[in-house]
């Protein structure tokens, strides 16, 4: 797979860390962020993500749910995926395109949700 560039957003520093190691090996171009501010403040940035993945739940004020919405508005082109121990029907509306991701997650079923089809 060519490098595609991917918006990584997670707040469990370790984790963070697990999964730039893993989506690295696998071929893509990771930028991480550490909350939904610097997630937006990257979508608003030079780079034009394919994929952006988030957690719902984030802190300093800004939820996962925020991010997929300025995902979709400012780089459309990218597929998002919005993680969350929450059932899917405990969740308002998600954008148009979002796929959700139930956590806990293994890496095959992150995988599936950003390579397969929409």
């Known amino acids: 797979m060519d490098a595609v560039s ?3 957003v997670e707040d469990e520093e370790d984790l963070r860390t697990l999964m730039f190691e893993a989506l690295s090996e696998r071929g893509y ?3 991480l962020a550490r ?5 937006i403040e990257a979508l608003r940035g030079p780079v034009q993500f394919s994929h952006v993945v988030t957690d719902v739940n984030m802190p ?3 939820s996962g749910l925020q991010v997929a919405l300025e995902a979709a508005q400012l780089q459309p082109q990218a597929n998002v995926v919005l993680a969350s ?3 899917r029907a405990q969740l308002p509306p998600l954008p148009p395109g979002t796929r959700f991701l139930p956590k806990p997650y293994r890496l095959w079923q992150l995988f599936a949700a950003i390579e397969g089809p929409a």
């Open 6 to 8: 991917m918006l990584f």
């Open 29 to 31: 171009a990771v930028t």
């Open 35 to 39: 909350n939904g501010r610097d997630a």
């Open 60 to 62: 300093d004020g800004v």
């Open 85 to 87: 121990g929450y059932q």
